[in-house]
């Protein structure tokens, strides 16, 4: 009995040690594919934004624009215009909190929101250094960051972006679906998180439609 | 040598009359001027407001982000209905329904409903509060502003600021303007500290009209 208790615990670390990337197989990238593929947002866009996370749900809009001096600037609002965060990126990838309400103040809040917005925007990728990797039909694009990799996917004959992630070496942290056409300006954004339950769903704001 | 005290005295003079003009011209809204008995306009202004049973409305909500020069419009639907109901329901570019019922709110944000009791949350309850009071017209009885009033021919306007730091946080000044006419509220306009500001305008106001009790319900 405690034999196979021991063999049950040491074969679930075992399986937990495993990375997630384990299937990816180093390969020659392919520079064309990458530039035409890689993940870029449009220069200005409102969504409707929808958030879950660990059971609680907000929702608001999410305006994300490009400026003039090449930096990136990310507000939410709740519906009624009342500001909850506003974050930015400069050209140089310096990362500032403009301003963000005490209840969101967090060391961790503002280090997820900072990861989550950059990889929406395609930040990771700008230095345009990839690593290509195979695995099955797909292939994967990844760019270091720290101790992370943040990877844009795409299919064998580089149709289409297919997804964005990023993972640390041994597990995929948050994944990033458009499951709309129109990219770069899709008309709706998934973020999932892997390792904890959060989830935020961005669904694109025609401007012109709020006229009366 | 000639005395220039004089001279100094003057531009001096000039100096202070020209801030002092300057400051009285920040600190009163355009086209408005104080109204100097506000004890006297309290009380007028709690008396007609309190006529106003039901204000059913379309209004557009106008978001301007000064330091990114953006700006984003919403329009709806508006209902209020003595005492302490408010129904807001943004139909345009996209879906959020916000019913405020006493001490418990609702909002539908299209994929997801939630109940909340006000109670238990003191920055709700006091945001709660604020969108009440400046409908019903009790918001000069509120403790939680300091609050100036100014007039012209055919509008009041409140200037509501904070005095507690957590709405602070949120608003610098609360701008509300009331129709002389019949003592409604015609904007709220919500100012932040960034300088960014949302304005709420009331449009085709039908006042004391009949309102069902289940477009509140929760």
């Known amino acids: ?212 | 040598m000639r005395d220039v005290r004089p001279y100094l005295f003057a531009m001096l003079l000039v100096l202070v009359l020209a801030s002092g003009i300057s400051l009285t011209l920040q600190a009163q809204p355009p086209g408005y001027t104080v109204v100097k008995n506000l004890s006297a306009f309290q009380e007028r202004f709690q008396k007609e407001s309190a006529k106003v049973e039901t204000i059913e409305s379309s209004f557009k909500q106008n978001k301007i982000l000064l330091a990114l020069t953006e700006e984003i419009s919403a329009t709806g639907r508006f209902w209020f209905k003595r005492t302490d109901r408010v129904k807001i329901e943004y139909k345009k570019p996209f879906t959020y329904t916000m019913v405020l019922n006493g001490d418990k709110m609702l909002v539908r944000d299209g994929q997801k409903e939630g109940q909340i009791n006000v109670r238990s949350n003191k920055l709700f309850q006091q945001v709660n509060r604020i969108m009440i009071d400046c409908v019903q017209g009790t918001i000069l009885q509120s403790k939680d502003f300091d609050s100036r009033v100014f007039e012209n021919e055919k509008m009041f306007l409140l200037e509501l600021t904070p005095k507690a730091k957590a709405l602070r946080e949120f608003f610098q000044t609360i701008i509300l303007t009331v129709d002389k006419k019949d003592y409604s509220a015609n904007a709220i306009e919500m100012n932040e500290p960034s300088g960014d500001k949302t304005t709420i305008s009331f449009l085709n106001k039908k006042i004391n009209g009949a309102i069902d009790d289940a477009v509140f319900a929760l």
């Open chain 1, 1 to 212: 009995m405690m034999r196979c208790l021991l063999f049950s615990g040491i074969a679930l670390l075992a399986v937990s040690c495993v990375s997630e990337y384990q299937h990816l197989i180093p390969t020659n990238p392919d520079t064309n594919c990458a530039l035409r593929i890689v993940p870029r947002h449009t220069e200005v866009a409102w969504y409707n934004a929808s958030v879950d996370v660990v059971g609680k749900h907000i929702s608001g809009l999410v305006l994300i624009k490009h400026l003039p001096d090449s930096s990136w600037r990310v507000v939410f609002t709740n519906e009624a215009g009342v500001t909850f965060f506003d974050i930015g990126y400069s050209a140089d990838g310096d990362f500032k909190t403009f301003n963000i309400i005490r209840q969101l103040n967090r060391k961790a809040v503002i280090s997820i929101l900072r990861k989550d917005f950059e990889l929406i925007i395609g930040l990771p990728f700008r230095k345009a250094v990839y690593t290509r990797f195979d695995s099955g039909d797909e292939v994967y694009y990844g760019a270091k960051q720290n101790n992370e990799r943040a990877y844009f996917i795409t299919s064998k004959d580089c149709a289409s972006l297919r997804r964005v992630e990023s993972g640390s070496a041994r597990k995929r942290l948050v994944s990033i679906t458009m499951p709309s056409t129109g990219y770069p300006a899709p008309a709706r954004i998934e973020v999932k998180h892997h390792t904890f339950n959060m989830h935020i769903g961005l669904t694109r704001i025609q401007k012109n439609d709020s006229a009366e």
